[in-house]
């Protein structure tokens, strides 16, 4: 139920990357990346970028230890703005990015 809201707080002009248990949920964005692992480069495509990361839904292949060390990343590194961190989901939103980002 928690993802179902969250997922609904999300712009559709927003890009999305998220981890891969959850990423069939926004298929139908015009930008949307699975996050496979570790120090994995995307391109920043849209204004808004949100990161979800849910390492206890769906078929996650990474280990948890990797969900922690991308929120920390997202969260501190990339100065990302927290918007939930409960109930085991972690979204963050950084706003005017057009580098690429590593997560």
């Not at 999305?16 to 996050?35: H, L, T």
Request: net charge positive; hydrophobic share 45%.
């Amino acid at each position: 139920m928690q993802l179902q809201r969250v997922m609904g707080e999300i712009p559709p002009s927003a890009e999305v990357i998220a981890f891969q248990g959850v990423i069939g949920r926004f298929a139908g964005r015009r930008y949307v990346y699975p996050v496979l692992s570790a120090n994995q480069v995307f391109p920043i495509r849209a204004t808004t970028v949100i990161f979800v990361l849910a390492p206890d839904e769906g078929i996650e292949l990474a280990p948890p230890a990797s969900a922690g060390a991308a929120a920390v990343m997202v969260r501190d590194r990339l100065h990302a703005r927290v918007l939930t961190e409960s109930a085991g989901i972690h979204r963050y939103c950084c706003q005017g990015k057009t580098v690429q980002t590593m997560v």
